[in-house]
């Protein structure tokens, strides 16, 4: 039969205003975290990284913020836009010295900008 | 420059067949790293190739194998296809490894087991 999918989070929000996507993680010993940015038909596209020694990190109109404590990543997109309308996901890395580009990826949230 | 380029990229195939996809790389990117994407698994890790060694392989059975060549062009085949394999394939690549927040990625090959 037909397997289920997952259900992915929905995050809509208006146009202009600021839109927050949250990921929690499980391995205490991941160094490097990834926002990817996934629209219909397309290979997800980087946004912006964070390494587990720094707790926020601004790109433009983009924010993530790590709490290493209970592990918990989020994506701050600033005035949304039509365009950011996407699957998010968080993805990390737990061994850039010995992971190499092996990529541990979320379920991701679908971002719906309203006009 | 060209990004990541997936051939191809939509195929239709049945049970106990095989498959074999390819990816050329960025031109100068050395490593390859291959996802799997499905509605109830998400995005899965595969295997990576770095200067045509496997570098880290995923959770996958033996019937998912890979190569890269020496102008970093990589293929992934799937052997005995089951109705499970039903996936969008994505492929990519890196200059090296440990890379990862210069992952590009192609847009994939979407595969259909009938």
């Known amino acids: 039969g037909e397997s289920v999918g997952l259900h992915l989070p929905t995050l809509s929000v208006q146009e202009g205003d600021n839109s927050i996507i949250n990921c929690a993680y499980s391995n205490s010993a991941s160094d490097y975290f990834i926002w990817y940015k996934q629209e219909s038909g397309k290979g997800p596209q980087f946004i912006i990284d964070i390494r587990s020694n720094m707790d926020k990190r601004q790109g433009q109109r983009v924010t993530v913020l790590l709490n290493k404590t209970v592990k918990h990543l989020s994506l701050q997109i600033a005035a949304t836009q039509p365009g950011d309308s996407a699957v998010y996901f968080c993805a990390e890395n737990s061994g850039l010295t010995g992971g190499g580009n092996k990529l541990t990826f979320g379920t991701g949230t679908q971002l719906k900008v309203e006009l | 420059k060209a990004g990541v380029t997936q051939t191809p990229r939509y195929l239709i195939k049945t049970r106990g067949q095989q498959v074999t996809l390819s990816c050329s790389p960025i031109?100068?990117?050395?490593?390859v790293s291959w996802y799997q994407q499905t509605p109830g698994q998400g995005l899965q890790f595969l295997f990576e190739?770095?200067?045509?060694?496997?570098?880290n392989k995923g959770n996958f059975p033996g019937r998912f194998s890979g190569r890269q060549f020496s102008n970093s062009r990589s293929e992934m085949n799937v052997s005995t296809l089951e109705l499970g394999d039903s996936a969008l394939y994505l492929c990519?690549?890196?200059?090296?490894?440990?890379?990862?927040?210069?992952?590009?990625f192609g847009e994939g090959s979407r595969l259909t087991v009938l």
């Open positions: 031109s100068g990117h050395r490593s």
């Open positions: 190739y770095f200067s045509e060694t496997q570098r």
């Open positions: 990519a690549s890196s200059l090296s490894t440990g890379m990862v927040g210069e992952l590009f």
